[in-house]
């Protein structure tokens, strides 16, 4: 074999293992989103069992390779008791507001008013904006009606809102979510930040 056809072997073999070492990195990049959707399957069939479970990771794998979807960018930690915490202070807040909701229909009906009220977050990241959505529409009497990215400001529509004084309580309650899925799992700087805010 000449010089240059191993010379022109060796570059496509360079050329393979950059590209394998890149799918590699992106498919770790990419696995979070994709154990996610994995268990979002198993919920929507509330089956999780190990077939239904694979079935929905080659479905999810299929999805993530077919669809260039943006990557979710883990901090990295993962505070466990901080999130045993938050998930009793979450169920605490839908109990609450679901009684709340069900004397605002029995005993105010029509009377009840509402508003839009914009919640500025701390966190500009997509994934916790969006966790803090989600959370905050779980929890029975505010929805989100709009997401502003730039300026990482959730617009929701909140039952039982008529001062400026309830908007601002909903609000600092909006933003105590929002630290609490801080101290689970959002980033160092972030953490940081609200530990001198508290301070």
Request: glycine share 6%; hydrophobic share 55%.
């Amino acid at each position: 074999m000449t010089m240059p056809a191993v010379s022109n072997r060796r570059r496509k073999l360079r050329h393979v293992a950059a590209v394998l070492r890149r799918r590699r990195r992106r498919f770790m990049v990419e696995l979070p989103l994709i154990v996610g959707m994995t268990l979002l399957w198993g919920a929507m069939w509330i089956d999780f069992s190990a077939g239904n479970l694979v079935f929905g990771f080659l479905i999810s794998l299929g999805i993530v390779s077919a669809f260039r979807l943006p990557p979710v960018h883990l901090s990295g930690r993962f505070n466990l008791w901080q999130a045993l915490l938050f998930i009793v202070r979450f169920l605490g807040n839908v109990v609450v507001a679901s009684m709340n909701v069900f004397a605002l229909a029995v005993f105010r009906g029509r009377r009840v008013r509402s508003a839009i009220v914009g919640v500025p977050l701390r966190s500009h990241n997509d994934l916790m904006v969006t966790l803090v959505a989600h959370t905050l529409t779980l929890i029975p009497g505010s929805v989100v009606v709009e997401v502003d990215r730039r300026s990482a400001i959730l617009y929701m529509h909140v039952l039982d809102v008529d001062t400026d004084e309830e908007a601002e309580a909903f609000r600092a309650s909006a933003r105590a979510t929002e630290a609490g899925l801080i101290k689970v799992m959002g980033t160092r700087a972030e953490l940081d930040a609200l530990k001198k805010e508290d301070a």
